[in-house]
């Protein structure tokens, strides 16, 4: 088995894996801390002993085993329990814990790590490092912190589901739509991980991670059909990756939406998102945040050339969506829109204000430098797509924005 085939393996190994062995290790210890780095620690094993030793048989029971062991091993440096009890339950097991509603252990484990007593910033970012897999720095990155930030961010929530006595437990059906507005946070954000990756590391889209998290997003609209957010979080995933194909040139260079081949986008995709937002507006209900954004996409994907993009729909729709979520990440795309209804004058006024609030956002200074290059002020636009460039983590984002800066001239 060549390198290449034990790398794949092993990477095709955590994917499947993280998430169960995190919630094994937490259910058989009670304790996350030592779950995370048990199961980290095993996959670090895997690494270096899988190329001299090859894929095991089995790869999961092989990773089963190893981090137990390391769970063991922790526990007895640490002292916190004895050492022959926890051998004990490895050895003769336990009995099995009741599964509630939830088949899926990825998603039993999403929905046990979005837990009320945390704040709900704090339950998703948690729920994405334990169950998601994202590092600290992707996660950082998707909150607009900064990476050491974030990290006592989840430590401390670690610390305080260890001294609150939180139990980790399966939560029963009364209890998932309590957690269910953490649970979509966390599905979308490791979609637009994976929708447009944000670090340099890795491939401009990982889309192992945006078909986990539609599948995922999928089981939580079995079990809560009647929310109107789960079906529009559905819909936008659906709507979005239905372009993913037009997004990325052979060459690794982002395609914007406005120059993207239409013919290229996957119209299954888009017809299923179309009748999900049909749907949700025949109820008569007022939409949520996922409801309006994916009425945004749905809009975006009827046009069949960006000419025919009806950009006063795109804008009211914006309207309605800063009402109920008025961040300045919305407010920056409420003002790309206006700068095809109202020019890029007024857009660039928009987002002007918003320096203080997006200094360190990519983004920004990207849209700022489209703006000042469809205003003539070519030094400015310079300047902004070079700060733009700087920031961004993708390696097909840098690629376009370097272009579009070059062809200023």
Not at 3 to 21: F, K, N, S
Not at 84 to 97: I, L, N, R
Not at 161 to 174: F, G, L, T, W
Request: hydrophobic fraction near 45%; aromatic fraction near 4%.
């Amino acid at each position: 088995m060549s390198a290449t085939d034990v790398r794949e393996a092993i990477t095709r190994a955590h994917h499947e894996e993280w998430a169960r062995l995190v919630a094994a290790l937490a259910r058989r210890f009670g304790d996350l801390d030592t779950a995370e780095e048990a199961a980290a620690e095993a996959f670090a094993t895997a690494v270096e002993r899988w190329p001299a030793d090859g894929v095991p048989p089995n790869p999961g029971a092989w990773l089963t085993t190893t981090a137990n062991r390391k769970a063991i091993d922790r526990i007895r440096r640490e002292n916190k329990r004895d050492a022959k009890q926890m051998e004990a339950q490895v050895s003769y097991g336990e009995p099995p814990e009741p599964l509630g509603p939830i088949d899926d252990e990825r998603l039993r484990l999403i929905f046990t790590c979005c837990h009320p007593a945390l704040a709900p910033g704090t339950r998703v970012a948690l729920t994405l490092r334990m169950v998601g897999g994202l590092t600290v720095a992707e996660i950082a990155r998707a909150f607009l912190v900064q990476e050491s930030a974030m990290g006592q961010r989840i430590t401390r929530a670690k610390a305080k589901i260890k001294a609150a006595r939180i139990p980790y437990r399966v939560p029963s059906a009364e209890d998932l739509p309590g957690r269910v507005s953490a649970v979509l946070a966390v599905l979308f954000l490791v979609f637009n991980e994976g929708y447009l990756a944000t670090g340099p590391d890795t491939d401009p889209v990982r889309h192992e991670l945006t078909a986990e998290a539609i599948r995922l997003t999928r089981l939580v609209r079995a079990l809560l059909p009647e929310d109107g957010e789960v079906a529009g979080l559905l819909a936008l995933m659906l709507l979005t990756d239905a372009r993913r194909t037009a997004r990325v040139t052979p060459s690794g260079e982002l395609v914007a939406l406005g120059e993207q081949d239409r013919g290229d986008w996957d119209t299954a995709l888009i017809a299923e998102g179309h009748r999900l937002v049909r749907e949700r507006l025949a109820t008569g209900a007022a939409p949520g945040r996922y409801q309006v954004l994916a009425a945004i996409n749905a809009v975006h994907t009827s046009a069949r050339h960006v000419a025919d993009t009806d950009w006063s729909q795109v804008v009211a729709l914006y309207d309605q969506l800063v009402r109920l979520d008025p961040s300045p990440i919305v407010v920056l795309n409420r003002a790309v829109a206006i700068a095809e209804l109202d020019g890029p004058e007024v857009a660039l006024a928009a987002v002007d204000r918003l320096a203080d609030a997006l200094a360190g956002y990519h983004a920004f200074h990207a849209t700022r430098a489209d703006l000042l290059r469809r205003l003539g002020r070519r030094q400015a636009s310079r300047a902004a797509y070079d700060r733009a460039v700087e920031l961004a983590g993708n390696t097909a984002e840098t690629a376009y924005l370097t272009r579009r800066r070059d062809q200023l001239g």
